[in-house]
């Protein structure tokens, strides 16, 4: 019998071809995060069961970009940048599961095939955007990570700006937030091939960072503005009250989640 290789799609002999190497994924990014309330009512409906509001702030959202690079366990990526470097953008609310609090990831956008396939693999909802962050720098015109640095940062997908954001820096802060501080509840969901016999796959899994380190956090306020656009909803997250800003460097391992339920999720 042939054996065909590979930790995601396409399967081959060698293995070569796969989308994504397996785990562990190596991450080092910069983090430009704005967190503000809105609507509870509004996040509650992004929560299938059997997930509820948290009991604090229950309308808080954390609107973050992120200039990555990432690797296998090997770092061979990191050598042909094509394959490492990608960006994002993802919504965050929080989220309740069996009286303990998660944070949870309701949109998210990213530039590169290969970040599309891991979030399907880590249940992260994952669709194509444009992003842009200004990059801070020690030299010429970019800003320094310093009080008063402002940094610019947006969002677009199907050719429609869904976010922009300017946030300037105030000074260091003990924290980078607090709405996504805590290990993700997501869903993994796959529709059967066939009709009408629902999912496939339907798992509630918890998962986050096998090993974090992040340089210092700083805090500073936010301009942001959320736009409407045909297939897209993130301005029903809309912004009731501004909390803080916040910029950091961080690096992160992802090896795997655990499994929380199957089969209750509700969705259709």
Known sequence: MNTVRGFFSPKTASGASSLVPSPPWRYSGDLLTVEYR???????ELLPEPLELADEDPGAVALIWAD??????????LLDPV??????AFAVVRCKYRGETYSRCVYIWVDKDFAIARGLHQGYPKKLGSIHQTRPHPYGPAPRIEAGARFGATLAAADRRLAQTVVTLRGPSETNGFVNAHPMAHHRWLPSIEKGKGLALDELIES??????????????????LFEAPTEELARLEIREPIAAYYRQVGVVWDGGRLLESGSSGAE
């Open 38 to 44: 809105t609507d509870p009512a509004r996040v509650r």
């Open 68 to 77: 990555w690079q990432s690797c296998s366990a090997s770092g061979e990526e």
């Open 83 to 88: 394959l490492s470097q990608y960006k994002e």
């Open 208 to 225: 986050g960072a096998a090993s974090f380190e992040a340089g210092q956090a700083w805090r500073g306020d936010a301009e942001l503005e």
